[in-house]
Structures are given as structure tokens and as C-alpha cells.
């Protein structure tokens, strides 16, 4: 068998080890090389009754939709991966996948410090208030201006695992206060007499108030907390090194109205 010289393959050897060093370079300094090689699809979940958010309606199947999952889809597509949607998840259950890199992206969520420490959370694309609805006898009673600290005294009523912003997060050891897993069971434990009030997002919280078996419920006259609404990646998902062009992405898409049309799309005082 013929032998290349010792020259020749010393010469081979180190182009090898050029190219070696320059592809490594290349996936260093060029995150997208790197992603598209890693992350060719987004798993993603979310709430299932946060209108308009993120929510679960029935056209033949379960489907999930809202303005987080719309935004996702066009930002994917900016970002060249496929988006993949997980539907029927429990909040929790969403939390411990993301924890554990089984999701890749929660599409919305409020920022708080645990999730931040835990979570890559993203720039904000929206924002919304969160409000009090007060029960028909307790609004005859103390009207719709109620402070935090005046709830304490009664029993509310809260979708359950959920975080309401870090304002109210931080008082709610000091409230009597269920959380349920639906949400119209807490309007039907209003309706009950078995709480005072519901503590939720106001475009949700608007919902329920137009059926007309809630009629004699009223929502605070001043919001409760005010919070951004962001994506959050998780750390431990492969698609984790897409977070500074998902920024970047989303940051082009607000910029040029495409997430403030898919908001308008939906009608907020349904």
C-alpha cells in the first residue's frame, strides 16, 4: 500500500485541525449556525383560559390559540423553526416541563423573581391590569373601591397555580383566598355565596361579566396590579441560545405594528 510522505501528512493534518478551528468559530460567533443545527422546532404550551392570551377553544378538536400563541407563530417563522403546540396541559404540569427543558418556550407569562432566576424571560409584548370582581352583595356593601388590604377580611377566589404579578403575589399569604382550576367555577362560587370576590386579568375578568348569569358583579375601579406580558425560554432547552434573536425578532415586530394588528384582532370587552 502506497504511504503518503511524512510532509504531506503533517500539511493534511493541520488543514484538518484549520478547519476544525474554524468551524467551531463559526458556531461560537454566529448563534443562528448553532440553532440551526440544534433547534428546528419550538415545543410550546400555555394557559388554557387566559383570554386573550392564551386559551383553549373547541373547532372539532382541542385547539389552542390567543394573541401569545399568534405572536409565537409569526416569530417563528421570522426565525426559521417550526412551532409545535402542546394542547390540555395544566399550568403546573406547563412549569415542571419547562423546569426540566421538556418545553422549550411558555407562550405568556408574567415576569415575578422566582421565574426570572429559573426561566430566560423575554422582552414584553404586551401589558395588561389585573382587577377585582366583587360579588353582587359584597359591592352593595362596600361599593367597587377596595384596597388590597381591605380583601383581607373576606374569602376570594383565584385560578389556581397561577401568578397575578409580583405586587400581589407578595400579599397573597395575608388573603383567605381559593384557588380553583376553572375559571368559570369562580364565578359560580360568587354566584354561591361561597366567595366575595375573583381576582383576575381584566380582558378575562370582562368576559364572564357579560353573561348575563353574572349580572349584579362589578369590577374594581382601579386595577390591582399592572403587568407585562412575556414569552419565557426555558434554560435547560436546546433552544435556549435562540433567546437573543427571539429578542431581536420581537423587537422588529413591534416595531413595525405586525403584534399591535394581531392584538386588535381581538375584541378585549367580549
Known sequence: MAMLPYSKLKHSSRHILSFGIV???TFVFNPRALAS?????????????????AFNEFEGRLKATG?????????????????????????????????????????GNYWNEARSRKW???APFAAEEVYVVVSPSLSQ?????L???ALAQYIGVM???????????SIKSNLNIIEVKDHDKMYEMMRRHRADYAVSPQSAALSHLNDPENDGMRISQSPISSNNVHFAISAKSKCASLFPEFNQALSARLKDGSIKQIIDTYDLTR
Open 120 to 122: 430566560l424571560i423575554t
Open 67 to 107: 394573541i401569545a400563541f399568534d405572536v409565537l407563530t409569526l416569530l417563528a417563522r421570522d426565525l426559521g423553526v417550526t412551532l409545535k403546540i402542546e394542547t390540555g396541559l395544566p399550568w403546573k404540569r406547563i412549569e415542571s416541563k419547562l423546569d426540566a427543558g421538556e418545553l422549550d418556550i411558555l407562550a
Open 37 to 53: 443545527t440544534e433547534c428546528k422546532t419550538l415545543h410550546t404550551a400555555g394557559a388554557q383560559q387566559w383570554f386573550p392570551y
Open 147 to 149: 384596597s388590597l388590604n
Open 159 to 169: 385560578p389556581r397555580g397561577i401568578s397575578l404579578g409580583e405586587k400581589f403575589d
Open 23 to 25: 468551524l467551531i468559530l
Open 141 to 145: 356593601a362596600r361599593g367597587t373601591d
